[in-house]
């Protein structure tokens, strides 16, 4: 069994936690042994029966900074020579301050390398705009669908980290408020002098930015809508295993990874994993989608062309490596280019041409888009109007290129732009 414990303990907690199940006959809780996946944030139990398991946190365990606050005192003193003494019981509490103290120093050198960053860290919350409330007013929470309660957490740190992983802080600055979990439609019902007031308030998703998308935003990788940090980190390695470029290859690799269709994980979401390299690999192209097969990766290395065989319905066979390990498989898919001017593929010029030759609307677009996002000039001209715009959307100034025969424009200062004649 496993038990998440990312955003609930902190590590110092989990480190001196303890699990227990309940003996129903003897009424007492008993120790089972489990192991820590860090990498995973996950506490792992042997679990041999069905009973009611429960993961006790330490609020006051032993520090191992403890003994050396009392290695300061002298040789023959009892707060030096025992752990339990009351001397080192009221060091113990600094010691304990150290650890934690050491153990987010390490968490922050650990987010300065993106392979060592926390995956686990919040991405995506919940956010709901609330009618105007005091911090004076009494404020409940419940949730629509089953009138649950929903707790109101004081701190920040109660936010982000607290066990049950559950609750909502209030911005009562900005009168917002913020959830982990996706509670749905909440009821708020609010007791203030003007009387109670309940009123029911809907979440948008809310992206809370972090190390990722400072990693993201040096390599020119933006997040997606929902992503989460373990696909986006993914996203962001992608810039130096499928690296771009106006190139075709480079093309396909930077279409890929803006829109995502580099693929790793089978329909049911699972990494494509090669566990035995002694038998040939078969990637099974159900979706009949074209699959680039320049960009065949085992272990984000690329293959030659004697490594594989693709068969008549778009199927994949990577040829048995017999390493004794296992390999992690990634793949581009459904990409395909065209030339713009290329007229031998019917279904593409029908899109972006009409049958007179004139552009379509899509083609319109298109050039619409790309002129706005990346222009390669400096302005455009309005023809049949007889002024142009160079400086913002109300027509509030005029931009215009002088010469030495211009006359003093001050007489034009108070002129209006009547746009309609």
């Given amino acids: 069994m496993k038990i998440k414990f990312a955003n609930r303990l902190t590590k110092a907690q989990v480190k001196h936690c303890k699990a227990c199940r309940y003996d129903e006959k003897r009424k007492e809780w008993d120790v089972v042994k489990h192991t820590i996946d860090q990498k995973e944030k996950t506490i792992n139990l042997s679990v041999q029966s069905i009973g009611v398991y429960c993961i006790f946190v330490n609020h006051y365990w032993y520090s191992s900074f403890t003994q050396r606050l009392a290695d300061e005192y002298p040789l023959w003193s009892k707060v030096r020579q025992d752990n339990e003494s009351t001397g080192q019981q009221f060091l ?3 010691g304990i301050e150290l650890e934690e103290v050491q153990d987010y120093l390490d968490w922050i050198q650990e987010q300065k390398y993106i392979h060592t960053a926390d995956i686990h860290t919040l991405d995506w919350i919940q956010l709901y705009k609330i009618p105007q409330i005091k911090p004076s007013d009494n404020v409940r929470l419940f949730k629509k669908n089953n009138l649950i309660e929903v707790p109101i957490l004081e701190t920040l740190k109660e936010f982000f980290y607290n066990d049950k992983n559950q609750g909502a802080i209030i911005d009562y600055s900005e009168m917002k408020l913020y959830t982990v979990q996706k509670y749905g439609e909440i009821i708020i019902k609010t007791k203030h002098e003007q009387g109670d007031v309940e009123v029911v308030i809907t979440p948008i998703d809310y992206h809370i930015w972090n190390v990722f998308d400072e990693f993201g935003l040096l390599l020119g990788v933006q997040r997606m809508h929902l992503e989460r940090n373990a696909d986006f980190k993914e996203r962001i390695l992608d810039v130096f295993r499928y690296p771009a470029g106006s190139h075709d290859i480079g093309l396909t690799n930077g279409i890929a990874r803006e829109l995502n269709f580099i693929q790793r994980k089978d329909r049911s979401n699972k990494k494509l994993i090669w566990k035995d390299d002694s038998k040939d690999f078969f990637l099974k192209n159900k979706s009949g989608k074209y699959i680039d097969t320049r960009t065949l990766r085992v272990d984000n290395q690329p293959l030659t062309d004697k490594q594989f065989y693709v068969d008549e319905h778009l199927n994949v066979r990577i040829y048995a490596m017999k390493t004794g390990r296992s390999h992690e498989i990634s793949f581009i898919y459904g990409i395909k280019k065209y030339q713009l001017y290329d007229k031998n593929k019917e279904d593409v010029h029908k899109i972006l041409f009409q049958s007179d030759g004139q552009a379509t609307p899509t083609l319109l677009n298109w050039v619409e888009y790309i002129n706005t996002i990346a222009p390669v000039m400096w302005n455009h001209f309005k023809w049949d109007e ?11 100034g005029l931009g215009y290129v002088p010469n030495m025969w211009d006359s003093n424009i ?12």
Wanted: aromatic share 24%; proline share 0%.
């Fill in 92 to 94: 113990n509490f600094f």
């Fill in 386 to 396: 007889g002024y142009w715009d160079t400086i913002d959307k109300k027509l509030t």
């Fill in 410 to 421: 001050d007489i034009w200062k108070d002129y209006q732009l009547d746009s309609n004649i």
